[in-house]
């Protein structure tokens, strides 16, 4: 148990629509990434967000947004929900923000657009 | 171009057969190069950080070595529990503090 958490676990939904993950960081941890895994790509950064401030961006669509909250948990939203947005979403976290910091993974939510 | 490959993609073991995967990166200023194993529909588990080439560490029957231009996880004598996919990812100047994953290696150890 890597003591990062994520819900839900399981997600379906319809094209068009829009959902919200949500992930809890590791006690002290301060940095939470999103990644998008999809059997075709791999493991994808998506965001990445430190002490409530967005820190840096890779491949994120401009219909999914995210946000850090002063406890430190975040949230991304997907929206207008497209089949290929079917993935596994996982959320990480790190206590800084420099490099050289290990990345510590939750379980992941399991995304299906029908 | 940067990137990172892993090799080989697939890999079957019998029980007790020592091997290597390989990651193999072409990044510049290297920060930091990353094991991670992921079991099926479970997030990637932190295995592993090496830092500068000729670094080695070692876990049970895992050990991970660096060289400039790649990585090697050892596996002696894996057992049916190490089957697995092995995630490499690397951190290097030009991407901060991000991760840039290669594809993976798909460990299959049969008893």
């Known amino acids: 148990d890597s003591g990062v958490t994520q819900t839900p676990k399981h997600l379906i939904t319809a094209t068009g629509q829009r959902v919200t993950l949500r992930c809890s960081p590791r006690s002290g941890d301060l940095s939470v990434y999103w990644y998008q895994q999809s059997l075709d790509q791999g493991l994808q950064f998506l965001i990445q967000?430190?002490?409530?401030?967005?820190?840096a961006k890779g491949n994120i669509l401009e219909r999914f947004s995210a946000q850090q909250f002063p406890d430190l948990h975040s949230e991304l939203n997907l929206s207008s929900l497209e089949l290929g947005d079917s993935a596994l979403y996982f959320c990480?976290?790190?206590?800084?923000?420099?490099?050289?910091?290990?990345?510590?993974f939750g379980p992941g939510t399991r995304l299906l657009v029908l | 171009e940067d990137q990172v490959t892993q090799s080989p993609e697939a890999l079957r073991l019998q029980e007790g057969e020592s091997s290597s995967l390989n990651c193999s990166y072409t990044v510049s200023g290297l920060r930091g190069l990353f094991w991670y194993r992921q079991d099926p529909g479970k997030g990637p588990e932190f295995l592993f950080t090496?830092?500068?080439a000729g670094e080695e560490k070692e876990k049970e029957r895992l050990k991970a070595t660096l060289t400039k231009k790649e990585s090697f996880l050892h596996i002696t004598a894996p057992k049916p529990e190490d089957s697995a996919t092995y995630l490499c990812?690397?951190?290097?100047?030009?991407?901060?503090?991000?991760?840039?994953f290669g594809p993976g290696t798909r460990l299959s150890v049969l008893p």
């Open positions: 090496l830092y500068s």
């Open positions: 967000y430190y002490n409530g401030e967005e820190r």
């Open positions: 990480a976290s790190s206590v800084g923000a420099g490099t050289r910091e290990t990345q510590y």
């Open positions: 990812a690397v951190q290097a100047e030009n991407y901060g503090q991000n991760f840039v």
